[in-house]
């Protein structure tokens, strides 16, 4: 019996990638060829089982990019998927632009895009409801005709669902009797919660027990990766998201931090579960390559996801790591960090004199030594004096504040070093 059959958490889960396609519709993001290419050779190394370049025929750079793809690259693990749309409204499958561009792209997997919501094909294409399924089921037939592997990304799935569920359903039907490989729900708009993922995810998976289904969600009430897991603890096989969660409006499934969840939570399989230790390399070569800031705060992989403030934190956690850490930063890559400001307590100096390799100079120091007590107030009062003086300059004098208590507070160290050593 399979995942999906039985609604139940699948052993294995595939990754497919939508970086290059997906991802690339973030505003202020704009790849070259190149970039693309050295993107999917680093997608590739980490071990994602599909990687989709592109939409062959939208534009020349995608163009160009299955062109030189075909005797570039040279893919490993993954798979390049060229992604494009069902035919025409009223059209015929053999001469349709788009599906003779994906017969071009000369890919042996093929995702098509379809509407799986009665409102979409009644207002945006204009036709009835009968002509929506056999614009997805001609598609489908038409390239397994051809030899392709082929994904349907049923586009609005669950809005489409909520208004509609009989037509949502009989287009998913569709396709699958047609011989899709895999039937990918999407919550295209981005504002499906857990809990109507579970719902729907548990009747879809009764209508078709035999079918491969896959999630593909957005970001927009935030709950991307959350909608994602969900999915797969109801019987998705197959993810589809964005590295660092690039995409239109607030962006795709961040699979930063959807791989690690399934990895490390669930218990779940995928393709490259050997490179976790990776991902954080991985996501910063990403944000560079796109001449993007890389964000910080990201689960997982950001600066921040192991950085530790607070003084009550970072006591807890020189004695034990996982009082206030829910993995290891290590398995993905990552790192510990404690910060030192005015939020800070003794064990946080201590530690620091310590990563310094200073704590042999003042034999039993701690964080009640009276050096430590007495480094820690000189700190938390730079900060309020230069958080003071900050204000002072006004916006046009913005100074990064933990520099320069850092600074400040290092300098000050060695004085009162040499003062313990006088004193011994």
């Given at each position: ?259 690690p969840n399934l990895q490390l939570k669930l218990g779940c399989s995928w393709n ?153």
């Open positions: 019996m399979s995942a999906t059959e039985s609604g139940a958490l699948p052993e294995t889960v595939e990754i497919y990638d939508t970086t290059l396609r997906d991802g690339a519709q973030l505003e202020g993001i704009s790849l070259t060829v190149d970039d693309k290419l050295r993107i999917a050779e680093q997608l590739d190394r980490l071990g994602v089982h599909y990687i989709e370049g592109g939409w062959p025929g939208a534009n020349p750079k995608d163009v160009e990019f299955f062109q030189r793809a075909a005797t570039e690259l040279d893919l490993e693990h993954s798979k390049l998927v060229a992604f494009g749309s069902t035919r025409r409204v009223g059209g015929d499958v053999e001469d349709d632009v788009t599906l003779g561009n994906l017969l071009d792209a000369g890919t042996d997997v093929v995702c098509i895009v379809g509407k799986c919501s009665a409102y979409h094909v009644t207002e945006a294409l204009r036709t009835g409801k009968d002509e929506g399924v056999a614009m997805v089921a001609d598609s489908v037939r038409f390239l397994k005709s051809h030899g392709r592997t082929v994904f349907f990304d049923a586009e609005h799935f669950f809005d489409g669902y909520a208004d509609d569920p009989e037509f949502s359903l009989r287009v998913l039907t569709g396709a699958a009797e047609a011989g899709a490989d895999c039937l990918v729900l999407c919550d295209t708009n981005g504002g499906t919660l857990p809990g109507e993922v579970t719902e729907i995810m548990q009747a879809t998976c009764k209508k078709l027990p035999e079918a491969e289904i896959g999630i593909h969600t957005h970001n927009d009430a935030g709950m991307g990766v959350a909608n994602s897991v969900v999915a797969v603890e109801h019987g998705a096989v197959q993810v589809q998201g964005t590295f660092n969660g690039y995409g239109e409006r607030c962006g795709n499934a961040n699979l930063c931090g959807v791989i490259g579960q050997d490179n976790l230790g990776d991902l954080t390399e991985f996501s910063r070569f990403l944000s560079e390559t796109a001449n993007v800031y890389h964000d910080h705060r990201q689960a997982y992989v950001g600066e921040s996801a192991f950085a530790h403030k607070g003084g009550v934190h970072i006591d807890a956690m020189y004695k034990s790591p996982s009082s206030y850490e829910h993995c290891d930063p290590a398995v993905v890559g990552n790192q510990r960090r404690y910060l030192l400001s005015e939020q800070s307590g003794g064990a946080t100096v201590a530690g620091k004199l310590e990563d310094a390799k200073l704590d042999h100079l003042i034999p039993g120091i701690d964080k009640r030594h009276p050096s430590v007590m007495d480094l820690l107030q000189r700190v938390k009062q730079l900060e309020h004096e230069v958080e003071r003086d900050e204000g002072l300059a006004g916006a046009g004098g913005r100074l990064d504040v933990h520099a320069v208590i850092a600074l400040a507070a290092l300098l000050q160290l060695l004085p009162l070093v040499r003062r313990e050593l006088v004193q011994a």
